[in-house]
Each structure stands twice: as C-alpha cells, then as structure tokens.
T-cell receptor, first 114, second 113 residues
Framework: AQSVTQLDSHVSVSEGTPVLLRCNYS??????LFWYVQHPNKGLQLLLK??????LVKGINGFEAEFKKSETSFHLTKPSAHMSDAAEYFC????????????FGKGTTLSVSS | DAGVIQSPRHEVTEMGQEVTLRCKPI?????LFWYRQTMMRGLELLIY????????DSGMPEDRFSAKMPNASFSTLKIQPSEPRDSAVYFC???????????FGPGTRLTVL
C-alpha cells in the first residue's frame, strides 16, 4: 500500500540557514512524488514533482528534493531560508501515474525567524 | 490564466442550513477534485470527476454531501443539512490529462454554528 510519512510536524530555522523537511514514502512500485506548499489562508501550490526522470528535482523558490529509493525518502531542502518560506509543506504520493489519486502527508509547519 | 476559482471564500452558516460551494476549473483541465481539510484529519479527497462524470465518491462522508459537475466549467459541492462538524476548508483542484499535476483553488472556509 502507498503511504507517506512526514517525520517532523514543525521545523524552525533562522533566516539564511538551510531548510530540511523530511519525508519517507511507502510504495509497491516507482511512485510519483510531490511537494506542495500552503501559505496561511491560501490554497496549495505545487513546489516540485518527481516522476522518475531525474532523482534530484528542482522546484520553485529555490527548493529541491532528492529521490532516494534505497532510503525510500524524498526530503525537501533549500540552502538558505527566507522569511517568506514560512508555511505548511505537504509531501504527497500518487497512487497512480495519472496523478488522480493523491495521498497527503500530515504536513510540516516551517517557521523562519529573523 | 486565472487558476482554479472557488466561491465563496468564506461561509458562515447555522446548523441545518444548506450550503453550496462552487468551483470553476482551469480551462482545458478535464479532472476535478473536491477535498476537505481539517486539523484532525488533514486533507481528504471527497470526490473526483473526469470529463464531468463522477469517478470516485468514496470519500463523501454521508448522504448530506452531494457534488455535481453539469459542464466542464463548473462544479458544486452541496451540504444539506449542514452540521458543526462540517466546519473545514474545502478545496477544489483540477488536473490536465497530459500531466499529472493537480492545481488547487484558494479554498472555501466553512464555519457551521
């Protein structure tokens, strides 16, 4: 069965320091994986997606994620946090290649202090 | 492109009243999804349409909930009668068949008193 686990419910960083948001997945085949971001009172915005073309995926706003099959992980990183990065981040696995059946992680709240 | 449009953005109603949430998908996207987000349960898929036809409604909580997609440009999610436990943010998302990315609307925050 497909599932996704976000290992931290809350991450706090200082502005200018690196960001690491951790995600592990469970899948019986090569999955499609996504990271979405939700700013307060906003909808979800796609940050990046992995669909087996390349293991290191670059997204918007300087974020990237690396697919590691051996570790069943898809961690999200950014070299230098900005205040505007404060938001909720969701790791998502798709149950099918079409992307019509998504399983969402419980989310990680990122706080950025000055 | 205006993105996925949802209305209203906020709705406050009293228990027992009918509530209708509306969604206009991105033009050309032929799949539409309704989700509910709560603190307790996170994001849950309620129902999914493809080419205006409901494909999977297994997430609809009970008969008080109904959804329609009369054409490719419009969908509604109706709750009748509403209950306080229906209070949540309801998102509409759409997807283009050639890509597997869902695009989300801004959501409707529903409060049932």
């Amino acid at each position: 069965a497909q599932s996704v686990t976000q290992l931290d419910s809350h991450v706090s960083v200082s502005e200018g320091t690196p960001v690491l948001l951790r995600c592990n997945y469970s899948s019986s085949y090569s999955p499609s994986l996504f990271w979405y971001v939700q700013h307060p009172n906003k909808g979800l915005q796609l940050l990046l997606k992995y669909t087996s073309a390349a293991t290191l995926v670059k997204g918007i706003n300087g974020f990237e994620a690396e697919f590691k099959k051996s570790e069943t992980s898809f961690h999200l990183t950014k070299p230098s946090a900005h205040m505007s990065d404060a938001a909720e981040y969701f790791c998502v696995v798709s149950l099918n290649q079409a992307g019509t059946a998504l399983i969402f992680g419980k989310g990680t709240t990122l706080s950025v202090s000055s | 492109d205006a993105g996925v449009i949802q209305s209203p953005r906020h709705e406050v109603t009293e228990m027992g009243q009918e509530v209708t949430l509306r969604c206009k998908p991105i033009s050309g996207h032929n799949s539409l999804f309704w989700y509910r987000q709560t603190m307790m349960r996170g994001l849950e898929l309620l129902i999914y349409f493809n080419n205006n036809v409901p494909i999977d409604d297994s997430g609809m909580p009970e008969d008080r909930f109904s959804a329609k997609m009369p054409n490719a440009s419009f969908s509604t999610l109706k709750i009748q009668p509403s209950e306080p436990r229906d209070s949540a943010v309801y998102f509409c998302a759409t997807l283009r068949e050639t890509r597997n990315e869902q695009f989300f609307g801004p959501g409707t925050r529903l409060t049932v008193l």
